[in-house]
């Protein structure tokens, strides 16, 4: 008998592993005929739900709650970590950095310093073997 929500979460992973394929197929069916349905019913759960939304976004991608990312927010001033410009001075909400690898969240950065630092965690050997060969001319 299955008492915790943990352990019918386990079963029904279970269950779905086991029948990946037939699970797929009748999804994918129930999807099509109803994907108008569905579809309206997501963009009115948006509508009316925001916050639940991002909750469930920032759970899912980045392992955090909404009342985590307010905490760091609030802890960084409503500012970029890296070029300190608040909130109220950008078009697009602080974007949640993290390292990719270890999934582990760093802090809140602007779009700007959010793709800058991607760029140079993704080149950082090769940037900076070419600014150590340049390096004389800079100096």
């Given at each position: 008998?299955?008492?915790?929500?943990?352990?019918?979460?386990?079963?029904?992973?279970?269950?779905?592993?086991?029948?990946?394929?037939?699970?797929?197929?009748?999804?994918?069916?129930?999807?099509?005929?109803?994907?108008?349905?569905i579809?309206?019913?997501?963009?009115?759960?948006?509508?009316?739900?925001?916050e639940?939304r991002?909750?469930?976004i920032?759970?899912?991608?980045?392992?955090?709650?909404?009342?985590?990312?307010?905490?760091?927010?609030?802890?960084?001033k409503g500012?970029?970590?890296?070029?300190?410009?608040?909130?109220?001075?950008?078009?697009?909400?602080?974007?949640?950095?993290?390292?990719?690898?270890?999934?582990?969240v760093?802090?809140?950065?602007?779009?700007?310093c959010?793709?800058?630092v991607?760029?140079?965690?993704?080149?950082?050997?090769?940037?900076?073997?070419?600014?150590?060969?340049?390096r004389?001319?800079?100096?």
């Amino acid at each position: 008998m299955i008492k915790t929500i943990e352990q019918k979460k386990q079963y029904r992973r279970e269950q779905y592993l086991k029948h990946r394929e037939k699970e797929q197929k009748n999804h994918a069916e129930y999807y099509q005929k109803n994907k108008d349905k569905i579809n309206e019913k997501i963009k009115n759960y948006n509508k009316e739900n925001p916050e639940k939304r991002k909750n469930a976004i920032l759970k899912n991608v980045y392992g955090i709650t909404l009342d985590q990312y307010n905490q760091m927010f609030e802890k960084q001033k409503g500012k970029c970590a890296i070029c300190k410009r608040h909130q109220k001075d950008l078009t697009r909400t602080l974007c949640v950095d993290h390292n990719h690898k270890t999934k582990k969240v760093r802090g809140l950065l602007c779009l700007t310093c959010n793709t800058d630092v991607s760029v140079v965690e993704n080149r950082l050997k090769e940037m900076l073997k070419y600014i150590n060969k340049y390096r004389k001319d800079v100096n």
